[in-house]
């Protein structure tokens, strides 16, 4: 079968500035457990145009809640031309009922063990109208993803050494896709994967790589050979305490280490369930993380219940007085399927399900203890303080690197950051 896997992406303006974006693993691993007698074409609407006029005998769509509605046009497009569909990912596994309206079958869960199957029966003409990932895929059956296909992102290729995070955060949906369970693929499968990257910085999608610090200082051990520059996601709790796990990452190469911070208030913490997290902790992750010669990246959420008004202000001093250099900042979202839009649904205070507005830059709730507007307003000024031309000045001139070309690379970054945030998160 000619097999077409899209990613939507809604507006896709396709600048120059998508070569420097994380390339979709996603849709390379599905290429990557489709049997080799089908022909994959793989297209990331962020950088590629659909030819809705092209032949293909199926096509798969894969979403997160944000790109959903985009996914269903190009669904009922493709199926207006009588061609198969099947939806898999984030949102449609979380909403398969939704997603089933716009799509000939549903893939839930994990696809290693299902997609194959589907193949088999669209074969047959036995398509079922939902797959089910009934058990969790052994690490060691997880394949190399399609790193051959693609849009080939010189900056960066993206690779995922484990499944599975057992903190199971309030507002996060990874579990309900990956399972608490952590399962380490085998260190030799992902460096010969690796190996198959062309791309010299290569990022990890997993989970954290924090979870089992034993089974990342074997993978970091190995990865040293490769000669290559990586970056992942890490929790505060190891970040903070493991002088041998550091050592060993940037030994290995690792430069960047994006880091779930969330809230500076403990209260918000404990009531999300953030076990990982001491907000004691975090300027001693964040110093080490430095001193060990790697960058970190803080990822912040407002509109918890426990966030007054002055938490926008209180976070900004904290950033700035721990010489936090990179930070994103995100309202809260209640994720279909996630046990905050459950409570949140439960308590009235849901007020959109327009999925689109679901990118972490809107407010979709009533907040507990401010009003909607003093949110997305607030989220606004500390992003604007953030990202003023002072504040960024003032963190890519502040380095201690001889090398004079280095704040210009890190203010030219910002730059970047800045008006990709403005226009694709924030809309201002
Ligand atoms: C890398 C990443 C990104 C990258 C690249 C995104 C991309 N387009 O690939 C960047 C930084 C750009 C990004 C941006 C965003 N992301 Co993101 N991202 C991830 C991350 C860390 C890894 C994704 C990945 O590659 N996984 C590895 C692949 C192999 O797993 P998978 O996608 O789950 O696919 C498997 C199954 O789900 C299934 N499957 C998936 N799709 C399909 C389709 C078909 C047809 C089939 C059969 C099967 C199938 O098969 C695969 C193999 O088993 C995930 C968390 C995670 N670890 O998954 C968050 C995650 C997907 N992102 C998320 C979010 C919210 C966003 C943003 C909205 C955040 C923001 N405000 O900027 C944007 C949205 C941009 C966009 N259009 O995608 C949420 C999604 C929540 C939700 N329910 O919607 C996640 C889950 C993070 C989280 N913990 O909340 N992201
Ligand atoms: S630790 Fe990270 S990946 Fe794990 S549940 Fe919490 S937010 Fe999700």
């Known amino acids: 079968m000619k097999i077409l896997l899209a990613m939507p992406y ?77 939806f898999g990912g984030y949102h449609a596994s979380l909403l398969p009922e939704e997603a089933k309206q716009h799509a000939d079958s549903v893939v839930i869960g994990e696809a290693e063990l299902t997609w194959p199957q589907l193949l088999k029966d669209l074969e047959k003409g036995k398509l079922k109208p939902f797959y089910r990932a009934n058990k969790p895929v052994e690490p060691e059956n997880i394949p190399p993803a399609r790193h051959d296909i693609g849009v080939y992102t010189p900056f960066s290729e993206a690779i995922q050494a484990s499944r599975g995070c057992p903190t199971g955060c309030e507002f996060c949906a990874m579990q309900k896709i990956e399972g608490p369970l952590f399962r380490g693929r085998p260190v030799n499968n992902i460096i010969d994967e690796m190996n198959s990257i062309k791309a010299k910085t290569i990022f990890f999608a997993d989970a954290s790589l924090t979870i089992n610090p034993r089974y990342t200082k074997s993978l970091f051990g190995e990865m040293k050979q490769l000669n290559k520059k990586f970056e992942c996601f890490g929790n505060i709790n190891v970040l903070s305490r493991d002088d041998e796990f550091l050592k060993l990452a940037s030994e290995a190469g690792v430069n960047r280490w994006y880091v779930g911070i969330e809230s500076i208030s403990q209260e918000n913490i404990n009531a999300v369930g953030k076990s990982t997290n001491k907000v004691e902790e975090y300027e001693k992750a964040i110093r080490k993380i430095k001193d060990y010669g790697m960058k970190i990246t803080g990822f912040f959420m407002f509109g918890f219940d426990n966030d007054t008004l002055d938490i926008f202000n209180r976070t900004l001093q904290a950033i700035y007085e721990w010489e936090l250099n990179e930070a994103t900042f995100s309202i809260v979202t209640p994720y279909p399927g996630t046990r905050l839009f459950e409570r949140l649904e439960r308590e009235g205070r849901i007020t959109s399900y327009d999925w689109s507005r679901y990118g972490e830059g809107n407010v979709n709730f009533k907040p507990k203890k401010m009003t909607e507007d003093e949110l997305s307003q607030g989220i606004r000024s500390i992003f604007e303080d953030f990202f003023s031309v002072k504040s960024m000045l003032k963190r890519s001139f502040n380095t201690s690197d001889i090398n004079p070309v280095k704040p210009l690379i890190i203010f030219t970054g910002n730059i970047g950051l800045r008006s990709f945030y403005k226009k694709e998160k924030f809309n201002m």
């Open 10 to 86: 809604p507006n896709a303006k396709r600048s120059l500035f998508s070569r420097f974006m994380i390339p979709c693993l996603t849709l390379q691993q599905i290429a990557g457990i489709t049997p080799q007698e089908h022909t994959v074409e793989i297209v990331d609407e962020r950088f590629e145009k659909i030819n809705f006029d092209k032949h293909y005998d199926l096509v798969g769509i894969s979403c997160v809640a944000y790109n959903s509605l985009r996914g269903y046009e190009i669904a009922d497009a493709f199926k207006k031309r009588d061609v198969k569909v099947v």
